[in-house]
T-cell receptor, first 112, second 112 residues
């Protein structure tokens, strides 16, 4: 079945440093979604990417979808302590228009 | 609050007992999903409803698990004869057709 790999598993940064997490799918995706989960919380939707090569920005966050629609990345510029949490990518594909396959997530911690 | 709600938020039970969780989706959402999340992992898809019809069940959902959405609104997830391996966070999400999935706060199950 479809698998979504995400690296790194953990990332610890100093406040102000940049952060990137990478996501790779075993199959071509129809779209990819990113979620953030704060410690003790539930996944909160951040963004959806649909088009090949798509780049979207949300303030300090930049999301990219690869040309082959199999990989994606999330980059945070100048991290803040409020960015702490686990970032998940979730792919929609394999002929399904509803079944999300999540990566294991990247836990980001920020040292003030 | 018009988000997805789940009840209870925490459940501790003894091995062999039955438990039932409830999910109330966002009112205009016709799709409802159940996921399971264990520590250090992303949410894993369990099952999906379109209105009252259960359209897919994951292999993860053994015959001890049953889910219903009798009137196409709230849903229940029942686990019979719980095992320690069932300990996890059970997340419910809802969406419009082809829309973003919004997650509830989850029910954390601990089986002793």
């Amino acid at each position: 079945g479809q698998q979504v790999m995400q690296i790194p598993q953990y990332q610890h940064v100093q406040e102000g440093e940049d952060f990137t997490t990478y996501c790779n799918s075993s199959t071509t995706l129809s779209n990819i979604q990113w979620y953030k989960q704060r410690p003790g919380g539930h996944p909160v939707f951040l963004i959806q990417l649909v088009k090949s090569g798509e780049v979207k920005k949300q303030k300090r966050l930049t999301f990219q979808f690869g040309e082959a629609k199999k990989n994606s990345s999330l980059h945070i510029t100048a991290t803040q302590t409020t960015d702490v949490g686990t970032y998940f990518c979730a792919g929609l594909g394999g002929g399904s228009n509803y079944k999300l396959t999540f990566g294991k997530g990247t836990l980001l911690t920020v040292n003030p | 609050d018009t988000g997805v709600s789940q009840d209870p938020r925490h459940k501790i039970t003894k091995r062999g007992q039955n438990v039932t969780f409830r999910c109330d989706p966002i009112s205009e959402h016709n799709r409802l999903y159940w996921y399971r999340q264990t520590l250090g992992q992303g949410p894993e898809f369990l099952t999906y409803f379109q209105n009252e019809a259960q359209l897919e069940k994951s292999r993860l959902l053994s015959d001890r698990f049953s889910a219903e959405r009798p009137k196409g609104s709230f849903s229940t997830l029942e686990i019979q004869r719980t095992e320690q391996g069932d300990s996890a966070m059970y997340l419910c999400a809802s969406s419009r057709t082809m829309g973003t999935q919004y997650f509830g706060p989850g029910t954390r199950l601990t089986v002793l």
